[in-house]
């Protein structure tokens, strides 16, 4: 089936020139051109469409108050806004309806690159038990402010790692737990680090969106009470594996991008098991009494029972974000990374190794690990001797 996209702007020639711009894929899309947020509202109460891209600025309904309405009347609805730069404050204003943000005038590869992905969400979505499962949570988390921000000056002609860093100070929390995590044993620094400005200039742009990203979902998770203990256990095991993730990485000297995105698959990987916990904690309690009764693991006794897993419904949120497809693809195979084609170490195997030595080293035995792992995922790239290479690193100081 074809991905059905809607496009809203009050502007005839920028309409005109999408539709010449992006003619050659109509073998793969269904595209509806309109000129209002009214006249968009009137489309999408005669059909469904899997994306809308709106303008910003436009007069009456301008792209904010749209998507808000997209929102409420169609949640399932992938919702992007073309903005310019200028727009900044306009921006803000729509942050939690919507799930991009597209600079304008957009970069015509840029554009096809997004809404394919957006396509392959749908996709992703045929199973009509993961599409069930999504479709009974309220609302997916959105995307935080301050991580629109900090996007926003990236794509600025020049970027200003001080300035980044005066954002993050503004949250007071997340400036404490950033420098925590910087004067970590992990780091390794022969000096401490006391200003949010520096600490970005040494962790990176990408790992300090990750940290946003995260700090943003688990401060956020107060839908429903969750089980004594649930939130601090889940964000520890998220750290710990980020980071032994980013070392296994840095050991295996890969790449920076690859590095963080590691550590942010690492940050991520458990976000579904959050929704589901906070949102449908009644199929969270089935699928455990499943899984304790079977001797299975809870993410296999989710597919047994839901039809999908936390790692699913994890891998679709992150991807409506429109993080890195290097980090999806790790979050969503993150238990069974021998189903993804490949025989060079990504980040989706540093994860699933980091995964299954932090999940062993809190059972306190080794051969747990042994048993998480993917054999064939491992005899594959000829991991068995870097196993033991890295299971060291398990041990190295990270507090």
Same mark, same amino acid.
């Given at each position: ?32 051109? !309109?000129? @209002? $947020?009214?006249?968009? =509202?009137?489309?999408?109460? #005669?059909? %469904?469409?899997?994306? /809308? ?128 995590? !910087?004067? @970590? $044993?992990?780091?390794? =620094?022969?000096?401490?680090? #006391?200003? %949010?400005?520096?600490? /970005? ?199």
């Amino acid at each position: 089936m074809k991905t059905r996209i809607l496009f809203v702007d009050d502007e005839p020639l920028v309409l005109q020139g999408l539709q010449r711009m992006l003619h050659g894929e109509r073998k793969h899309w269904e595209m509806d051109f !309109v000129g @209002s $947020g009214p006249e968009a =509202l009137r489309q999408l109460e #005669t059909r %469904a469409f899997d994306v /809308v891209v709106s303008d910003m600025r436009m007069p009456g309904m301008d792209g904010a108050q749209l998507l808000n309405e997209v929102m409420r009347r169609h949640p399932h609805t992938v919702r992007f806004i073309l903005s310019g730069h200028a727009d900044r404050s306009m921006v803000m204003r729509c942050v939690g309806s919507t799930h991009q943000f597209l600079s304008k005038p957009c970069d015509v590869d840029g554009l096809r690159s997004t809404l394919a992905r957006a396509g392959a969400l749908k996709e992703s979505l045929v199973d009509e038990d993961l599409r069930r499962l999504v479709g009974r949570i309220r609302e997916l988390p959105s995307l935080p402010r301050l991580y629109h921000e900090i996007q926003a000056r990236l794509v600025e002609p020049d970027v200003d790692l001080a300035g980044i860093g005066a954002l993050v100070a503004q949250d007071v929390g997340m400036t404490a737990d950033i420098l925590k995590l !910087v004067n @970590s $044993g992990f780091f390794g =620094l022969g000096r401490g680090i #006391t200003n %949010a400005a520096e600490a /970005v200039g040494y962790l990176g742009v990408e790992t300090i969106k990750t940290l946003v990203l995260t700090m943003h979902v688990f401060s956020n998770a107060t839908e429903a009470p969750l089980p004594e203990g649930f939130l601090e256990s889940l964000r520890r095991h998220s750290v710990d594996v980020a980071l032994l993730a980013r070392a296994i990485a840095e050991s295996e000297s890969l790449d920076r991008p690859q590095c963080d995105s590691a550590f942010a698959a690492g940050m991520l990987h458990d976000i579904g098991r959050l929704i589901l916990r906070e949102h449908l904690p009644e199929a969270c309690d089935e699928a455990e009494r499943f899984a304790a009764a079977r001797a299975l693991p809870v993410w296999l006794a989710e597919v047994a029972v839901h039809g999908a897993s936390y790692a699913d419904l994890g891998a679709y949120l992150l991807g409506l974000w429109g993080l890195p497809h290097p980090v999806v693809e790790a979050i969503k195979f993150q238990h069974r990374p021998s189903l993804v084609s490949g025989s060079v170490l990504c980040p989706l195997g540093v994860l699933h190794v980091a995964d299954a030595f932090v999940t062993a080293e809190r059972w306190g035995t080794e051969p747990e690990a042994e048993a998480i792992l993917d054999t064939e995922f491992v005899e594959r790239l000829g991991l068995t001797e870097r196993l033991r290479v890295w299971r060291t690193l398990v041990r190295s100081p990270r507090n």
